[in-house]
T-cell receptor, first 113, second 116 residues
Framework: GAGVSQTPSNKVTEKGKYVELRCDPISGHTALYWYRQSLGQGPEFLIY????????DSGLPNDRFFAVRPEGSVSTLKIQRTERGDSAVYLC???????????FGEGSRLTVL | GDSVTQMEGPVTLSEEAFLTINCTYTATGYPSLFWYVQYPGEGLQLLLKATKADDKGSNKGFEATYRKETTSFHLEKGSVQVSDSAVYFCALSPMNYGGSQGNLIFGKGTKLSVKP
């Protein structure tokens, strides 16, 4: 499809496990963003890539969270030693340029039991 | 730090009613302001934006005016339809002199339900 694709759409895991969430942006979009949306809250910025490099990772809550974008297209958000508080919808967005309109995927819902 | 405050929901209106969703912001510099909408089962999508004071963003019958003096960006529509039922998010993009940062700061969202 032409939009931002996120997989899996739903992930249930146990406390302490490792998870990976994948984002496939719109082809040709150079900027890629990860956000986290907890229940009843607005999306919260996590990290922003321009090309392959993380231009701003100030929103990552701690060192259990890490994201990569090795070829400047697909990105993976990695969460180590998951905690119940990590349960949220993780949103990915891409943009044709820095500060351009963001196009969001439908999100990956993570539930940590 | 920068922040966005929008009116609590849910908001329930009858079709053809007038809609206002209030949004105020706190920011340094000159942010850009946005309204995003999330329809049921879909991802967030940009509804409208304004990049400087007194700009009016408009789309699909919705309007919002960037008011620097009141630090507000209220969303309005003169006659809502059932298809407007969605969650609406106000957001800002922090902007320093000479460039933008690109990331967005969102409000908590306002759920709108329009009854026929």
């Amino acid at each position: 499809g032409a939009g931002v694709s996120q997989t899996p759409s739903n992930k249930v895991t146990e406390k302490g496990k490792y998870v990976e969430l994948r984002c496939d942006p719109i082809s040709g979009h150079t900027a890629l963003y990860w956000y986290r949306q907890s229940l009843g809250q607005g999306p919260e910025f996590l990290i922003y890539f321009q090309g392959t490099g993380a231009a701003d990772d100030s929103g990552l809550p701690n060192d259990r969270f890490f994201a990569v974008r090795p070829e400047g297209s697909v990105s993976t958000l990695k969460i180590q030693r998951t905690e119940r508080g990590d349960s949220a919808v993780y949103l990915c967005a891409s943009s044709p340029r820095e500060a351009g309109e963001l196009f969001f995927g439908e999100g990956s819902r993570l539930t940590v039991l | 730090g920068d922040s966005v405050t929008q009116m609590e929901g849910p908001v329930t209106l009858s079709e053809e009613a007038f809609l206002t969703i209030n949004c105020t912001y706190t920011a340094t510099g000159y942010p850009s302001l946005f309204w995003y909408v999330q329809y049921p089962g879909e991802g967030l999508q940009l509804l409208l934006k304004a990049t400087k004071a007194d700009d009016k963003g408009s789309n699909k019958g919705f309007e919002a005016t960037y008011r620097k003096e009141t630090t507000s960006f209220h969303l309005e529509k003169g006659s809502v339809q059932v298809s407007d039922s969605a969650v609406y998010f106000c957001a800002l993009s922090p902007m320093n002199y000479g460039g933008s940062q690109g990331n967005l700061i969102f409000g908590k969202g306002t759920k709108l339900s329009v009854k026929p």
